[in-house]
């Protein structure tokens, strides 16, 4: 069943990638790398990975110990600014659009679809956040982090690190005194 999924989404490509660009267009720019026209880019990689998944079961381990879902990705990111967040959500919004105009409205099989949608976003997301050196804060802090844009708290070098020593890392640009 979901190998019709997979058609009409491919068939529709086009209207999917164009719905969701502007989609993607509407959200508000949280960094360089969210700009619409960057993430346009990703589009097809994205929905080839999405068939992929579509055609095959995701790692049974992996989903015990990380339940796919967008909403808690999207909690994860504790600054916000992860650039991937609106990508996939919008994305999502797309998928369900184009599904809907091909009147293709079995919910378990869409309940699969979006399953499947929500661990590939959570799997990016968060292999995104995870390579963001600093520890990012709520988003009412004053500094940006180099790697995400987002407010962070002061880094160290053992961040992460429980029971370690750490040592404060100077701002880019700054030197010690």
């Known amino acids: 069943m ?7 989404l491919r068939d529709r490509q086009f209207h999917l990638k ?7 267009c509407r959200e508000p720019v949280s960094s360089a790398l969210a700009e619409p026209a960057i993430m346009a880019h990703l589009m097809d990689e994205t929905l080839e990975q999405f068939y992929s998944l579509l055609r095959r ?7 015990r110990t ?25 994305g999502q919004t797309a998928v ?15 309940g699969r679809l979006t399953l499947r949608w929500h661990f590939l ?4 997301i968060q292999m995104l956040c995870a390579t963001c050196v ?11 982090c180099s790697k995400c844009g987002g407010p962070v708290k002061p880094a160290t070098l053992d961040a992460g690190v429980p029971g370690k020593p750490s040592e404060v890392l100077p701002r880019s640009g700054e030197t010690r005194g």
């Open 121 to 124: 976003a959570q799997r990016e």
């Open 134 to 144: 600093r520890t990012c804060a709520v988003a009412d802090k004053p500094r940006g």
């Open 2 to 8: 979901l190998s019709r999924f997979i058609a009409v």
């Open 96 to 110: 369900d659009a184009t599904l809907d105009a091909a009147e293709m409205t079995d919910e378990r099989e869409r």
């Open 66 to 90: 990380h339940p796919p879902s967008l909403p808690a990705a999207t909690a994860e990111c504790r600054c916000g600014l992860n650039p991937l967040l609106a990508y996939f959500a919008t």
């Open 57 to 63: 079961n995701p790692d049974p381990r992996w989903l």
């Open 18 to 24: 164009s719905e969701w660009a502007l989609r993607l």
